[in-house]
């Protein structure tokens, strides 16, 4: 899947719990790169590093790939309480 289809597939609402920072710990914490992690999530790093870096919304199928890459669950990704 390319960047463009990536950015215009959806943005996830407001509704839906995500923080790009606890996306970003969890990976650390399984000692992923961004390319690793991209990779088993199939889509290209440089999205990866926008979406962690708040530049990018992810879809939720995007996030629903990370949460299976990453081996947690999608609620996971949300914000810390």
């Known amino acids: 899947m390319d960047n463009d289809s990536q950015l215009t597939s959806g943005p996830v609402s407001s509704?839906?719990?995500y923080?790009?920072?606890r996306l970003r710990q969890?990976?650390?914490?399984?000692?992923?790169?961004?390319r690793s992690l991209a990779d088993k999530a199939k889509m290209s790093y440089t999205y990866l590093s926008n979406v962690e870096r708040?530049?990018?919304?992810?879809?939720l199928s995007t996030l629903k790939r990370?949460?299976?890459a990453l081996k947690v669950r999608v609620v996971d990704l949300g914000q810390d309480e």
């Not at 708040?54 to 879809?59: F, M, R």
Request: glycine letters at 4%; proline letters at 8%.
């Open 19 to 21: 923080s790009n920072m």
């Open 26 to 34: 969890i990976r650390e914490q399984k000692k992923l790169s961004q």
């Open 15 to 17: 509704n839906t719990p």
């Open 54 to 59: 708040g530049k990018a919304d992810p879809s």
């Open 66 to 68: 990370l949460a299976k």
